[in-house]
């Protein structure tokens, strides 16, 4: 069955080797004329007062977290929903006190205010 | 004189060795998707001038060729011979792996899509899984735009859209999770089949709520209007990819629009039924076995086709409809209404599921 994924991996490959190419090509056929000013960073024509690697806002790091949790959540219920015909009923209350778990926290983070972003 | 060329073609093949001819053999099958696929993704650009042009009471671009329709080509060349432009303060090595990371899964994300029965590049049983996985590179192909470019547009463009991808997959994915509890397979021809037996079978009616959840996910995930405030023009000028000129702006803009139809057509696949003709059980069998008319109505590449240029088709209406969504009201769309939404239908979809509802569930 491995076989099957030998298209996928060349398709990989050819995705790059086509990103790769299309760099190239850019490279030969646009001109090449560098000079300071136009390779400063766009800041509506001023200098850059500084550097760009500046603080940003804690809340877009809050969103990474919370979509670190929810996402292996789903992960873990991917398995149970493919196979859930052979399923016994055991393993709906299972999945049931999975997902009960997952809504208290969810509940929990609305409340504190992690969803908000005003 | 051509079936001595034939004679000799297949001479050669029959000597190259055994990894050769296979590699050959599915390059060639990559290929016949890869180039009407770059195909759509000019026409889908100059579809979306057109069409928004009209929905604006203009002609759209109209110079170029025969109402305009060489205008993608000429759009390609200009791009083509454009100076790409490295900023002094940028990170050479990541600023142009970045546009790469995007464009190469966005084309290698369809070596899984099921074009009709059994006509896929690779059948493989993780198929959804692959989607995910590769879709989900993307973002980091974003965010290392809007950090190697060390400008403070590219890098704000650049969070802002990491998170609201990031916000709208959660979404995504419980509704897969949906379609996987329906179907019960990762693998998309098995998601198609499931389907099978008339439009009612479709998983549209049972997962109705998951269907729009991801549809306006799909829009999200892909920074289309009007969730674009990642490139918001009157904030923050192009938002990740300010600094990215010629040919690297055009990969991330063939990436966006590649994006896009995969996103219509794996709308289609996974909850209208793929290459499922919406006749079947309708009209009697016997229509089917009509010569032409039989294979127009009955199950084929046709109907995908047709299903992905109508979710392609939305794209352009919302984006000439809507206006732009601010951001906290795209975070509270992601986070308040779609994941609860999706999280009770789980749990419905579960019951069902539990009591073996005909006709989706038995």
């Known amino acids: ?118 | 004189m051509i079936d001595q060329a034939m004679q000799s073609v297949l001479g050669w093949w029959q000597l190259l060795p055994g990894g050769w001819r296979l590699l050959l053999w599915n390059t060639g099958k990559i290929l016949l998707v890869m180039i009407p696929l770059m195909l759509a993704v000019a026409y889908y650009t100059l579809a979306e001038r057109k069409v928004i042009g009209f929905m604006q009471v203009r002609l759209g671009p109209n110079r170029v060729g025969y109402h305009g329709l060489l205008q993608p080509f000429a759009d390609a060349i200009k791009l083509m011979f454009k100076e790409v432009i490295l900023p002094t303060n940028a990170d050479r090595f990541l600023f142009l792996s970045a546009p790469v990371l995007v464009l190469g899964p966005s084309l290698a994300a369809w070596v899984v899509i099921p074009f009709d029965e059994g006509l896929s590049i690779a059948n493989i049983d993780a198929g959804l899984l692959y989607i995910l996985a590769v879709s989900s590179v993307t973002v980091y192909g974003v965010i290392l735009a809007g950090w190697a470019s060390n400008s403070k547009y590219a890098f704000l463009g650049a969070m802002r859209s990491a998170a609201q991808m990031v916000a709208y997959e959660i979404a995504m994915g419980f509704a897969l999770v949906g379609v996987l509890m329906i179907s019960g397979s990762l693998n998309l021809g098995h998601i198609v089949h499931s389907q099978n037996g008339g439009i009612l079978h479709w998983h549209l009616l049972p997962l109705l709520p998951l269907f729009f959840v991801y549809m306006i996910s799909g829009i999200a995930e892909t920074n289309r209007a009007p969730f674009d405030v990642v490139e918001g023009e009157s904030e923050i000028v192009a938002g990740f990819h300010v600094e990215y000129s010629g040919i690297t702006f055009a990969m991330f803009f063939l990436a966006e629009y590649a994006n896009m139809i995969l996103i219509s057509a794996l709308i289609a696949i996974m909850f209208l039924g793929g290459w499922l003709s919406p006749l079947q059980g309708i009209v009697p069998d016997s229509v089917f076995a009509i010569p032409v008319i039989g294979l127009l109505l009955g199950h084929g590449i046709h109907w995908l086709i047709f299903k992905t240029a109508f979710f392609m088709f939305n794209y352009l209406w919302f984006r000439a409809t809507f206006p732009r969504y601010r951001y906290d009201q795209i975070m509270r769309l992601g986070w308040k209404v779609f994941l609860p939404i999706t999280i009770v239908w789980l749990v419905i979809e579960g019951l069902a599921a539990y009591f073996k509802l005909p006709p989706w569930f038995n």
């Open chain 1, 1 to 118: 069955m491995l076989g099957n994924y030998l298209p996928v991996f060349i398709f990989l490959m050819i995705g790059i080797i086509v990103g790769l190419l299309m760099l190239a090509l850019g490279r030969v056929l646009g001109p090449h004329k560098p000079d300071v000013k136009k390779n400063s960073a766009y800041e509506c024509g001023f200098e850059a007062f500084e550097d760009s690697r500046i603080k940003f806002d804690v809340r877009f790091y809050l969103v990474a977290i919370l979509f670190i949790i929810f996402d292996l959540e789903i992960t873990f219920l991917f398995p149970w929903a493919v196979a859930l015909k052979d399923l016994s009923a055991a393993a709906y209350v299972a999945m049931a006190v999975f997902v009960g778990i997952l809504v208290i926290g969810f509940i929990y983070e609305w409340k504190k205010g992690a969803l908000d972003w005003e």
